[in-house]
């Protein structure tokens, strides 16, 4: 018996090759019982997915994916992007966090080395040159989202439009009246981060309105650093009415500190938010915020690199996906 | 040169050995400068952490965690425990997520075959009985968290006291003075749902409110399911006071749905979640809801399984890890 193919399954199953790969990847816009019907021929017939090619001497199914911290609804929007395109490909997925650790991050790079994994994309954290040089030996493609630095431009990189979004981030508290805007970042080093607070510096240049650098913060992404870094801008002489936070995380810091200061949102201070992480609408008050295409970051990063790991050419190394400012009820006129 | 043992390093740096254990194991209550010291140490001495066991026939580094949804913080959750003790043994783990679909699950479990996976942790998802038995005649060992249907009593499993949860929650609005006490709970077939449930019927029995089985709902953990629930519910004759969701997340659905109705929570309705998500604290109101220990779940069921790898016998194949009621204002006196 051949292999079947799944315009064989689909001529059998009488519909379309459409449906038959609809069923495969688990899209929901097909009746039950013709769902039925195909995977039933599709297991009767043995159909197999053709599989990324493998370079020579790599026999694994797996592909690397590394982030640096897993603990965050963000992490986790890339995960599943990566996740659904690998799981298509038949491949498997291993998963990795750093924690910022070098150790870790070394610790990692040997297994990754070891396993012969297909490639890896690398979430938010680094390599060194001496283990993109190893890499490159091994033929072994690697894909960067969100990455430390500003890669070389022979590495392929996802990230999002971040300069853009910390410009309609600040142009919109601008336009409802507010000048003492202040904005924490992620990590300073971080490019995101760098992106955003240009971002932000350009829209008040814009405006005309003079940069303060006292209004300009830094720490890590999590609800502690909004929270520290919102508490020390409420404490300046001359504290901000808005204040645009490096993730949706760090903004429920800030309501943290705006309320234990006894003020409220919108009434005493503005907020915005970045990620447009799906908890976001649910805050106290809903959180205006700049959303960030993660999980399509995620896909992205996973088709790039089975392109890579099937030697084909990247008519770009940068692929920069549109950030989209979302307004809910955490801002307001001065 | 010999292997340096743990012991050997704590020597030469002058420290305690677990203070050279914390410095593998990530902690940061040590000082910068030992650590530096430790790491040093670590990396001329050329340690290496144990590994675990390996059965013979098996080479891989690998531990397969398979998970019903990827796309939620519940499962992030789990994730990050089970991969905190898997790095910690020097192994790698490798993620896929099955969406509910029969054919996602066989193309995991022959793809766990074919990689010659140390062992397997199963996340709200469920094998076949010849799926089990083809394990057990591989000598793979697997790890049930919260799993489908409750498992035979070889089959190692984790979970948390949901009876105990749900019997809480319950107690907690009866003792507001509810009477009319909805519950929704997640898939009915659930393990852990039927238990909540339980516990919510127990609650009611001990108080001696009639159970109204027109309040007992069952739908998917997210969002939309609970707002599906609640707009149904609110919609009977006589709806109730007080709804007990199945997660955090359909509790938001809850609040949409309230919302909708042009009512006010706690004022016209109260809401008990369940999970105790980080984003359940900003809610608005913040959401009282019954936590469950998700990541020590995870650290308890990847235990479990490198015991299992290493040819442990285990004292109990069933461990339930406490839930812990945490009010918060979504509830109020009737």
Redesign the interface.
């Given at each position: 018996m051949t292999k079947p193919t799944l315009t064989a399954i689909a001529r059998e199953a009488n519909v379309a090759v459409s449906t038959v790969s609809k069923v495969?990847n688990?899209h929901t816009d097909v009746s039950a019982a013709t769902r039925r019907t195909i995977?039933q021929l599709?297991?009767e017939r043995g159909y197999q997915r053709p599989r990324a090619a493998r370079p020579a001497g790599r026999r694994?199914?797996?592909v690397d994916l590394v982030i640096n911290e897993?603990?965050s609804?963000w992490g986790?929007?890339i995960?599943?992007g990566v996740?659904e395109v690998v799981?298509e490909a038949?491949l498997?997925?291993?998963?990795?966090?750093v924690?910022n650790?070098?150790?870790?991050t070394r610790?990692w790079f040997e297994?990754l080395l070891?396993?012969g994994s297909l490639g890896a994309i690398l979430v938010l954290s680094e390599l060194t040159e001496r283990q993109r040089d190893d890499l490159a030996r091994r033929r072994m493609p690697f894909v960067v989202v969100d990455g430390v630095s500003q890669p070389p431009p022979e590495v392929p990189s996802i990230g999002a439009t971040n300069f853009a979004g910390g410009y309609a981030a600040t142009e919109h508290l601008l336009a409802l009246g507010h000048r003492r805007i202040a904005a924490i970042g992620g990590p300073e080093q971080l490019q995101c981060t760098r992106a955003r607070i240009a971002g932000y510096r350009a829209a008040l240049e814009t405006a005309g309105v003079p940069a303060d650098r006292q209004l300009v913060r830094f720490g890590p992404f999590q609800?502690e650093g909004g929270l520290a870094a919102a508490q020390s801008l409420l404490a300046l002489p001359s504290p901000p009415t808005a204040i645009f936070a490096g993730s949706d995380?760090q903004a429920?810091g800030v309501?943290e500190a705006v309320r234990r200061a006894g003020m409220t949102i919108p009434g005493n201070i503005s907020v915005v938010g970045f990620d447009g992480l799906?908890?976001a609408?649910?805050?106290?008050?809903?959180l205006t915020t700049v959303r960030q295409p993660l999980h399509e970051m995620g896909v992205a990063a996973a088709r790039t690199l089975l392109r890579l790991v099937n030697g084909e050419r990247l008519e770009s190394t940068r692929i920069e996906l549109a950030t989209a400012l979302v307004v809910r009820e955490s801002t307001a006129a001065l």
């Open positions: 495969l688990g995977e599709l297991a694994t199914d797996l897993l603990d609804v986790l929007s995960l599943t996740e799981e038949g498997s997925l291993v998963v990795s966090s924690h650790r070098q150790s870790a610790r297994s070891a396993r609800h995380q429920t309501y799906p908890f609408e649910w805050t106290a008050p809903p």
